[in-house]
């Protein structure tokens, strides 16, 4: 048996190796006193820091740059050229970074690009703007976090800013005179800014560059001297979200060896702009929650608007106590526990509260059913006047009742015949929402269009598409069946359109059988036709403004039919022509209508001359992939005829096929007078439509005599084409964000 001695020996030695393995631990958590607290005039806060041992991990490392700067300044080890300016607790820093230029005098090409990259934070989307200075300025960004889609594009947005003369730009506004802004994407850590100078001749006095950059909205001042000022400067200010690592709040929890929110008193949180947790210091206290002993409690007593104490305040950890109110009497805290009421003054609350009793005892009755009516009915108003139920009554009521045959769908109708809106029922994505495929109790197959989330101008864009499609009755146009006006967000109820898109049929690699030239013609005079009707045709004029082969759907025989009537204007009769904010897709967009913002008729001829060039090359309206000088297809394809390449450019398997080659001749030739600059030397959809027709009938019947202006064919390679006045780079105005959108696999 061992001895006394001997098991105090042993239960000493193993209280001391516990102090040891104590003093180690903690001695791992806690950051060394060398390390650098400041680098200049900027504060390093845990668990950023320089040098070894001083940081996290890798990505909050600082390098204190001595070398070139007095007083030094910090940057990111990752990423050398973001110069830190400050760094907040909350998960943001404030940094300077570089931005795009283009100086017409000094270019060797026609745009200059940027191209910057975080490791891993990201630029934030509430505190930042893309924005660009200049009075002909064109400047477009693409996120390189998403990479190349599964279709091949890349999302991008960008916008436009003009200016004739000094005078008319406005101090402080950004509003699209000499400077504009758009919002960038969440989660945004590389990107590619691509900046060019529209027209350069004209404001070259007063606007020599063009710049583009990301700023923190809250710090650009923007005024007239910005325009011949901003070569000065090396650098613009920006906001970056951080956060630690990438896994949740949760899962970090579970591993508390790597778990960051060292300090006793703190907690974590998972943010909602960037992947990865935040900790903060738990309420009642302050510091840095990323340090063992980093958050202190808070003295609320020393502060008077911290506590609501009208007497005596005594501080405790993590609160603190009050002295009790009038009519109690005791040591209680803020929420009186401890507290006891005066005899007198509790006789008076129980008088008070038994007669308030009564009175309410009596009211209730009268009031309960009629509330729960009540309440039952506004929540049924809410809806419908959220999702425009007002102004579609008012837009029907003007047209006379035309909708009559549309049929309104409950919400439980359409959540049956989609599965619950289930994933695998997605069969395609736009710019103003989702489209699921559905069937209704009668096998009838639908296409649901799921708006996002309204603001007041998708409200107008649900409606709009509501008011026109009711205006049309045409086999080529997709059939509007009803909506639904009962769920949080508007529902379009579609006749469903099996075989995809014609850009899937055109552009998709995994496509194996090519289209013939007879097939394509059809779709082209057959689209013609359905926007001749839309101009010359319907009761009242429509334009459609967002033409592109994404919109044109093909049932199962290969029959076109135009979608998508979201961004179409009605134009009254007493019209021909309206000013409208920007908008349409990049690559399509009419050249005159981005300069002047007066939308025509021609804007239409315009984008569907691009499809008609799209039909024949089979190439993308814009290929970032290409280069420069193909990127814009329609630039592409008029200088290729100055240049007697037609042959050259039209896709393979109709240039093989050698009977086709006059017909192909005289559709370029339609296509370029579809694409000149000015909209008044445009022919009009309803003269391309039976242009169109006139080849498809002298194609099928080549005995009947049509007079044809073979002239024109006959001069078509070496006749001088229209110069194109603006950059193979396209974007909208006002800041209007266009997405190149996937291909939909089917239905709308």
Known sequence: MASKNDLARTLCSTIVLMIVQWTTMVSCQTVSPECPSMCGNVSIRYPFGVGDGCFLSSEFSITCNTTH???????????????????????ELWVDMPFGSYCPENATSNSTELNVTLSAFSFSS???????????????????????????????????????SID?????????????QTVIPKKLSSYIIAVTDVNSTAVESFSKCSYAFIVEEKSLNFSKADLANMQNRTAVPAVVDWAIWNETCDAAKRNPSSYACKA????????????????????????????????????????????????????????????CPVGFHGDGRR??????????????????????FVVMLFTSGFLYFGGKKRKLMRLKEKYFELNGGLLLQQQLHQRDGSTNTMRIFTAEELEKA?????ENRIVGQGGYGTVYKGTLPDNTVIAIKKSKVMDQNQIEQF??????????????????????????????????ISNGTLFHHIHDKGNDTKMPWETRLRIAAETAGVLSYLHSAASVPIIHRDIKSTNILLDEDCVAKVSDFGASRLVPLDQAEMSTMVQGTLGYLDPEYLHTSTLTEKSDVYSFGVV????????KALSFDKPEEERCLAMYFVSSLKEDRLLQIIEESIARNDGDEEQVKEVAVLAKRCLRIKGEDRPTMKEVAMELEGIRVMANHPWVAIELDTQETQNLLGEATDSVAYSNITATYDSMTTHVMPPLAGGR
Do not use: W
């Not at 007083?71 to 400050?86: A, G, I, M, Q, W």
């Not at 598409?465 to 109820?493: A, D, F, W």
């Open 126 to 164: 509430t505190r930042n703007k893309f924005t660009a200075i200049g009075c002909s300025t064109l400047a477009l960004i693409t996120n390189q976090n998403e990479n190349i889609n599964n279709n091949g594009t890349i999302s991008s947005s960008g916008c436009f800013s003009t200016c004739n």
């Open 69 to 91: 700067f007095d007083p030094p300044r910090p940057f990111l080890s990752t990423s050398t050229v973001t110069e830190v300016k400050n760094i907040s607790l909350d998960g």
């Open 463 to 496: 409606i709009n598409e509501v008011i026109v499609l009711s205006q049309i009755n045409h086999r080529n146009v997709v059939k509007l069946l009803g909506c639904c006006l009962e769920t949080e967000v508007p529902l379009l109820v579609y006749k469903f």
């Open 335 to 356: 929420d009186g526990e401890g507290c006891s009421m005066k005899q007198s003054f509790l006789i008076s609350i129980i008088v008070g509260v038994g007669v308030g």
């Open 168 to 180: 008319s730009v406005i101090e402080g506004s950004c509003d699209g005179i000499g400077c504009c």
């Open 612 to 619: 008609l060039v799209e039909l024949m090359t089979g190439r």
């Open 264 to 323: 006793a008193n703190s907690t974590c949180y998972d943010p909602e702009n960037i992947s990865g947790y935040r900790c903060n210091c738990s309420d009642g206290f302050q510091g840095n929650p990323y340090l063992p002993d980093g958050c202190e409690d808070i003295d609320e007593c020393k502060v008077p608007e911290n506590n609501p104490c009208s007497k005596d305040c005594r501080n405790i950890l993590g609160s603190y106590r009050c002295s």
């Open 418 to 422: 989609t599965d619950s809106y289930a």
